[in-house]
């Protein structure tokens, strides 16, 4: 099986509220694969169910080819788990978690449970209430990256950690990407995303907005020309794809999508073009677009 | 120069945003403190106008206060200290009605204390303009404000009833005042633990322990009944005579414990206990590798304080029935009572099965209390992490239940033999009484389980409402205490399991309704089970 998670149609209600409304995602084995949208648009509400934690309403979710609902325990065996919001029994040590959460999935390696409590700066003696929420974020980050589990699933994981830290998890997510195993990893922070993820997933009010390598997604995008012609052109902002023109005598400012790069640029070559920059689409923009769209 | 004149800075920061949080605490309070106020107000009123139609004349009232110099009773209930209707009355429900009023300030002050601030909510309301002293000082004003509307409801509705005012306003002062020193004393509690569940436990311990010292001074060493509040509010004697002084020895009390409540709190870290932080093991022991091994380090601390509690409550309440023996002896007065309730081991034997029968509910209350655990873990998101493993959900809740339910049976055996060990050395057959009060108190175990079996169907079908297995508990204690004296319905009456148990000792064991009763606790919890095993987890 080469697909470790296939997600199709999903759907979720709370109530009267439409948490998911026909989301698809597909995460191939050993591939790092971002799973972005803005809060609320249901990143862990998916997560929830594949876990089998949550019980869809529709549609299907198979993880490791199985139903997660009906198959929890064989499956659970082959995963381990970050949740977004990391609670810790108060009077049990950080040791004590990573040691009972390690054995609940059959056995933790010694040794590189040491290296990553090292890694990561824990004091695995103090108790979880004592624990700042990065610490606790930790705790759970050491018990699941200590699994040679195929598959982690990550939720918002370095939300509380500091940049050293967030290096630390980046350099591990790193290293479990060259094992071969995979990663659901949903996150918010760009510069990991675009370091980690081969693929991502953009989800918006429960539905599956955008697919696709980082590259592609670049493709969909738009990029923005700024170029000093020899004469002011004409029926620039008439060409389809082209956006936010702006004329000023010779020169020109615009966006266009990248599937209409071509033919905007031979029109404007017909004016003579005396310099040209060209901006690729930032992410921030590519998700910025994604994440507004539809809200104006 | 202006810096000369200026006003020194403003000492009142401390209480800074009081007002604000007793609104809030009020606010969130709005169902459940009414009820409270409302149960405390309805008992004592409802039973005097019950006693009225009961006891229409003084002959009346003096046969039945012959048979309330029983021992037994008095332990129970403490002394009818005068025929009267109020003092009647009184005798009847003020014990039950200052546990009522400690519980609701008990309960009150940790939650708008301890709980919001082991929650993490105090950093949020904290970083406003709230004074250090402000939290505890609005939960102790919300606390103080339903006593208040408690005495006023309590002195109004006696009143009405026709017993006279003074006496009336007699016993509803003690209740009130009562329930202001309990919240003084979960102000201190709150400031002693970290967790709210201990603060609540140490101050439920000190009720308890109240209830014990009362007991015994009523039976025997009347000095232990000055040592405890619960003692004090029946020795203002409403309606015989009041003794308005004793108000003044609660009221000092309530000052001092609230002093150091406020001292303590103004020591301490916000979140900290008064014990400092230790590290624990940077690695779990071997033993703790599974769901059952969890639920048993996370349980086991509340069990071990009830098995000293239940060993502590059975020793005391098993030697003051040896004393009840005693106090028969040297009394010929009532020897035709005696016979007609047959004879001296009768009246022990009746003692200890009504003992018998509040430990049931008691324990009833560890059963709950330990159910809950499972929605407690759940909705702190202490759940996700565990299923996320390949350990199931059933398996999961079968840790906790196994302490709901086992530490029921073990809490029962422990008082059972802590009495007949008790009772045993003063009557000289310790091991034969051991082990009949053990099987005494074991009667009841299915009761209690039938009422885990509420939490955990709750827990399974509408984990929401789960906190209704309290109500559940509350709404039994009730029917057992003036259920049949307030004219409740029958049918509710035979909703409580604790009405089917038999009255052990001195009544004939009959098999029938207790494994009728283990058959419902098993329904309900495996209906539970499956209702949890189909939702979805939040
Ligand atoms: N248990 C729940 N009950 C009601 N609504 C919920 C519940 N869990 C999530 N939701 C709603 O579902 C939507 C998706 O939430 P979530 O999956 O947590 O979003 P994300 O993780 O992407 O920020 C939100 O609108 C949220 O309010
Ligand atoms: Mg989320």
């Not at chain 2, 565990?386 to 239940?401: D, E, F, N, S, V």
Request: glycine share 12%; charged share 15%; aromatic share 6%.
């Amino acid at each position: 099986m080469n697909e470790v998670i296939s997600v199709t149609g999903l759907v979720k209600t709370f109530g009267r509220a439409r948490a998911l409304d026909g989301l698809d995602l597909t995460v191939h084995t050993g591939e790092v694969h971002g799973f972005l949208g803005p809060n609320g648009a249901g990143k862990s509400t998916t997560i929830r169910i594949l876990l089998g934690l949550l019980r869809a309403d529709s549609g299907s979710a198979l993880l490791f080819g199985g139903d997660p609902w009906h198959d929890t325990a064989t499956l659970h065996r082959r995963l381990a788990y970050v949740p977004g919001d990391v609670t810790l029994w108060p009077n049990l040590t950080g040791g004590e978690v990573i040691d009972l959460l390690g054995r609940l999935r059959g056995g933790i390696d010694a040794k590189r449970r040491a290296t990553l409590i090292e890694r990561f700066d824990l004091d695995p003696a103090k108790k979880c209430r004592a624990y700042s929420k990065g610490n606790r974020q930790k705790v759970a980050l050491v018990a699941a990256l200590a699994s040679d589990a195929e598959l982690l699933i990550l939720d918002e994981p370095t939300s509380g950690l500091d940049p050293l830290m967030e290096a630390m998890f980046r350099s591990c997510v790193a290293e479990i990407r060259e094992d071969g195993r995979t990663v659901l990893l949903s996150s918010h922070i760009l510069g990991e995303v675009e370091a980690l993820c081969g693929r991502v997933s953009i989800i918006r009010a429960g539905r599956t907005v955008d697919t696709g390598t980082l590259d592609e997604l670049r493709h969909l995008a738009r990029t923005s020309i700024r170029a000093e012609l020899a004469e002011p052109p004409r029926g620039l902002a008439d060409l389809p794809g082209v956006h936010d023109t702006v004329v000023e005598g010779t020169r020109v400012a615009f966006d266009v999508d990248n599937t209409s790069l071509d033919v905007a640029l031979k029109h404007i070559t017909s004016f003579g073009v005396r310099s040209l920059t060209s901006s690729p689409p930032t992410l921030e923009e590519l998700f910025l677009r994604h994440y507004a769209d539809g809200e104006a | 120069m202006t810096t000369l004149t200026a006003p020194a800075p403003q000492r009142a920061g401390t209480l800074a945003g009081t007002l604000a949080l007793t609104r809030l605490a009020l606010r969130l309070d709005r169902v459940r403190l009414p009820v409270w106020i409302g149960v405390a107000a309805i008992l004592p009123a409802g039973t005097a106008a019950q006693y009225t139609k009961l006891y229409p004349d003084d002959q009346a009232i003096r046969a039945v206060a012959g048979v309330l110099t029983n021992p037994s009773l008095v332990a129970i209930n403490g002394p009818l200290y005068r025929p009267t209707l109020g003092a009647l009355t009184t005798w009847k429900i003020l014990a039950s009605e200052v546990i009522l009023v400690a519980l609701m300030s008990i309960f009150t002050v940790v939650r708008h204390t301890r709980t919001d601030e082991e929650a993490g909510r105090f950093e949020l309301t904290g970083a406003g303009v709230t004074g250090r002293f402000a939290p505890l000082t609005a939960a102790l004003v919300t606390a103080a404000g339903a006593n208040a509307a408690v005495v006023v409801l309590d002195a109004l509705g006696l009143a009405v009833s026709g017993l006279s005012p003074t006496g009336s306003l007699a016993l509803a002062l003690a209740t009130g005042g009562a329930g202001l020193l309990f919240a003084a004393i979960a102000g201190v509690a709150a400031q002693l633990t970290e967790s709210a569940r201990a603060a609540t436990g140490l101050a439920v311990t000190v009720l308890g322990l109240s209830y014990l010292l009362r007991a015994a001074g009523d039976a025997g060493a009347s000095w232990l009944g000055w040592l405890s509040p619960l003692g004090w509010a029946l020795r203002l004697r409403p309606f015989a005579g009041e003794r308005w002084w004793v108000l003044g020895m609660t009221a000092a009390a309530a000052l001092v414990c609230g002093a150091v409540a406020y001292a303590l709190a103004g020591r301490r870290d916000l979140g900290a206990g008064l014990l400092p932080q230790r590290p624990g093991p940077a690695e779990a022991a071997p033993y703790l590798r599974g769901t059952f091994s969890l639920a048993w380090r996370l349980q086991r601390a509340l069990l071990a304080g009830w098995i000293a509690g239940m060993a502590l409550w059975g020793g005391t309440l098993g030697s003051a029935a040896g004393g009840i023996g005693d106090a028969i002896v040297t009394n010929h007065s009532i020897t035709d009572m005696l016979t007609r309730l047959g004879g001296r081991k009768g009246l022990a034997d009746a003692f200890l099965a009504a003992v018998i029968g509040i430990t049931g509910i008691l324990v009833a209350a560890y059963a709950v209390q330990a159910t809950l655990r499972l929605r407690g873990e759940e909705s702190a998101g202490r759940l996700e992490p565990i299923l996320a493993t390949p350990a199931g959900r059933i398996r999961w809740a079968l840790g906790h239940l196994a302490f709901a339910l086992g530490g029921t049976a073990v809490l029962m055996a422990v008082a059972g033999a802590t009495a007949g060990l008790a009772y045993g050395l003063t009557t000289g057959d310790p091991g034969g009484q051991l082990l009949r009060l053990t099987g005494s108190a074991l009667v009841q175990v299915p009761a209690a389980w039938v009422l885990a079996g509420v939490g955990t169907a709750l827990f399974g079908l509408l984990p929401r409402f789960t906190a209704l297995a309290w109500a559940a508990l509350g709404a039994c204690a009730l029917v057992l205490e003036v259920g049949a004296l307030l004219g409740v319905s029958s049918w509710i009456q035979d909703l409580s399991p604790f009405g089917y148990v038999p009255k052990l000792p001195g009544s004939p064991l009959s098999t029938a309704p207790i494994l009728w009763l283990v058959v419902v606790a098993a329904v309900l919890t495996a209906a539970g089970l499956t209702g949890f095993r189909r939702r979805d987890t939040t």
